[in-house]
């Protein structure tokens, strides 16, 4: 029972629903993950899916150290892992 307390102290809570400023700390790798840190509290979120293609293709065009803002959902139960949904309109179009 501890180490089930301990691990869910462990995995991070959901961002804020409506989008939070992210900076890319690894970029998108060649299976499609990408590492972002959480600026307003210093959380690591790995992204492993994408809401929409066109998300996906941005995100991948980003370098490490570009700022973005992005809306997470958990992808996942077991593990830090997260799907990117949205996007300020700003970062898709810049």
């Not at 980003?62 to 892992?81: I, Y």
């Amino acid at each position: 029972m501890r180490e089930i307390t301990k691990l869910a102290r462990m995995v991070p809570t959901p961002p804020t629903a409506d989008g939070g400023a992210f900076e890319i700390v690894s970029p998108m790798n060649s299976h499609g993950g990408m590492t972002v840190v959480e600026l307003s509290t210093n959380t690591t979120y790995q992204i492993v899916e994408y809401g929409s293609d066109e998300l996906q293709s941005e995100l991948a065009a980003r370098d490490e150290g570009e700022s973005v803002t992005l809306e997470l959902d958990r992808a996942g139960v077991r593990a830090n892992v997260w799907r990117a949904t949205g996007a300020e309109p700003a970062v898709l179009a810049a």
